[in-house]
């Protein structure tokens, strides 16, 4: 055998074992493809169910959201309805309680007026409160008013 012919069966040697190698690649290559198209199968089966069931989820969302605004546009109403009506209630009675206050105050103080012209009841004196003490009914006469 001469160089040239052992340097062709050692290329062709070389050249079996790489292909060898490549063939193991492509067959660990094609493993890997398999796998990884049957896993995304298997996330689009699971995904869409999942997708399904969020969508719904959404949307029982939104319909509770408009029931709620519902609730918040009635409570809304109600109290600007409170509103009015405690408006019309102070202006109907107001004014008229007022004035049987005044009147009841007026007619006490009348009577009271006469009361004083009475002497008071034996042992018991009588006092007038300022501003929370109490003066003496011999010391009422000597109050004076203070200056400004």
């Known amino acids: 055998m001469s160089g040239g012919e052992v340097a062709g069966i050692l290329v062709a040697v070389f050249w079996a074992i790489l ?3 490549l063939a193991v690649a492509l067959v660990r290559l094609a493993q890997t493809l398999k ?3 049957k896993l995304v199968a298997d996330v689009t089966d699971q995904a869409v169910p999942l997708l399904a069931d969020a969508s719904a989820a959404v ?3 939104q319909t509770q959201i408009d029931r709620v605004d519902a609730i918040a546009t009635d409570v809304q109403e109600v109290t600007s309805n409170a509103s009015a009506l405690s408006t019309t209630v102070a202006s109907t009675f107001g004014g008229p309680l ?3 206050a005044a009147f009841g105050y007026g007619v006490r ?3 009271g007026g006469r009361r004083e012209d009475v002497p008071a009841p034996s042992g018991a004196s009588r006092r007038t409160v300022i501003v929370g003490r109490t ?3 011999g010391r009422r006469g000597k109050r004076t008013r203070k200056k400004d």
């Open 35 to 37: 796998a990884t198209t």
């Open 109 to 111: 103080r009348a009577l």
């Open 59 to 61: 949307r029982s969302a």
């Open 19 to 21: 292909v060898s190698f």
């Open 135 to 137: 003066v003496p009914a």
């Open 98 to 100: 007022v004035k049987v």
